[in-house]
């Protein structure tokens, strides 16, 4: 029963490849050429391969024949690469040489390679692979360049590409939003205490115990800087953002890591500021860096109100 079990496992880790051609013997003599290596997904037009490629379960690489009624490789291979879901995905042109083709076309939209019929097998097999090599590695980099490596939550080059995609969404919209700036109160002298090895794992439970008390799909925790993070909140109005917050803070007490050079409690603890941008005709004026500002401020009233607590203001009440 258990290797069985394991083949299963094994097969699903396949990367998915997509094929679009509109004549079946092509489809079918790719299929043979990788079957076994790959999960293929077939389309005998652009139309229906854009479906598959825009679906939950997206192709690692595409196969796609420029030639066909209707919607043509190029085209197709144009809005794979024009959609954010799907522009990494590696488009390779499949051709007959007999065909009339200008492959600068194909490059200039986004193609990486081109195969010319009839094929040599052992040199397609590698080609793609290379190529879903490439995108793996692509993939992986994306990845990393934007997680904290420490806490491994996302970091402040993310928290400045969510940020303002989220500004900009709050001005175009009439929702709220709201930004939480936080702090570990007295860190420093928790490192001086306790070292830095114990200071940097008390900065990933706090970074944990923060992403699990976020309630809503789009609420976002980032790494802002040494012990401070960020919370974005779309959507938000102050109320329910005071509420995040309270959560917040209460996930961090409820962590319980001793911290005895804290004056504030015996416990690790944090203060937070919170900001929140209402739909007005005040705003007009507002930048994202004024956000962010006045998040900042309340923090820092937070804690000179003597730390482990909450300060915020609704932009509206803001002079
Ligand atoms: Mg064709």
Redesign the pocket.
């Known amino acids: 029963m258990e290797p069985k079990e394991e083949r299963v496992i094994r097969e699903d880790e396949r990367p998915k490849m997509l094929i679009v051609?509109?004549?079946k013997q092509?489809i079918e003599m790719l299929m043979e050429l990788f079957h076994g290596e790959y999960r293929i997904a077939a389309a005998r037009n652009a139309t229906r391969a854009l479906k598959v490629a825009f679906s939950d379960a997206p192709p690692d690489i595409i196969l796609a024949?420029?030639?066909?009624p209707g919607m043509d490789?190029y085209e197709f291979c144009a809005q794979i690469k024009e959609d954010l879901r799907t522009k990494n995905i590696p488009v390779i042109f499949v051709t007959a040489v007999s065909?009339v083709m200008d492959q600068n076309r194909g490059f200039a939209l986004g193609a990486v390679d081109y195969i010319t019929k009839p094929f040599h097998p052992p040199v397609v097999k590698a080609r793609v692979k290379l190529h879903l090599n490439l995108k793996r590695k692509q993939d992986l980099l994306e990845k990393y360049a934007f997680i904290d490596a420490l806490t491994e939550i996302p970091n402040r080059r993310r928290f400045d590409e969510v940020m303002l995609k989220e500004w900009n969404r709050a001005c175009r919209s009439t929702y709220p939003l709201s930004l939480i700036l936080i702090d570990i109160d007295h860190f420093k002298n928790y490192n001086d205490t306790y070292g830095h090895g114990q200071g940097d794992d008390c900065l990933r439970r706090v970074a944990v115990a923060m992403s699990r008390s976020l309630r809503r799909a789009g609420d976002f925790v980032a790494r802002y800087g040494g012990e401070e993070f960020a919370v974005v909140l779309p959507d938000t109005p102050a109320p329910q953002a005071l509420e995040a917050a309270k959560n917040i803070l209460s996930a961090v007490d409820e962590l319980n890591i001793a911290h005895k050079s804290s004056s504030v409690a015996l416990h690790v603890t944090i203060s937070l500021g919170i900001a929140t941008i209402t739909p007005d005709d005040s705003k007009s004026a507002l930048e994202l860096k004024d956000l962010i500002e006045a998040a900042d401020k309340k923090l820092y009233e937070a804690k000179s109100l003597g730390r482990h607590t909450i300060a915020c203001y609704s932009w509206l009440h803001m002079t």
């Open positions: 051609d509109d004549n092509n024949d420029i030639i066909m490789g065909e």
